[in-house]
């Protein structure tokens, strides 16, 4: 519990600090123009002289992404079975929320 809820330390600060660089930077790319090559779904009318690289579908790139994360929050459950009914409650949080990313991803 102490590494999770510790005072902070320089490395917490610095990690805050290179966090809020690489977003200020994100916004400023997204505002000139430079905008993230990232798309939730493939673009249909993508054009053959743009750079490929490696096509996944969206089911599959979520569903691969999503299922680590829920098992892990499941895991946290095993792993820290103490804390208050907070903690409690941002595990299950977290969990519930990659379960129901995962169970939309199924479409059952």
Known sequence: MKVMFSEPSIWVTATTVATLIS?????VAEVIG???QYSKFTNSN???N???????????????????AFLAGLVS???FPG????????KFAVTFHFFKRDFEVIDL
């Not at 977003?23 to 916004?27: D, G, H, P, R």
């Not at 743009?50 to 680590?68: D, E, H, N, Q």
């Open 23 to 27: 977003l200020v930077y994100l916004c």
């Open 34 to 36: 430079n905008h993230l």
């Open 46 to 48: 993508y054009s053959n």
């Open 50 to 68: 743009k750079k490929a690289g490696i096509k996944v579908s969206s089911r599959s790139g979520m569903l691969t992404l999503y299922t680590p």
């Open 77 to 79: 459950f095993f792993f």
């Open 83 to 90: 804390g208050d009914l907070r903690f409690f409650l941002l």
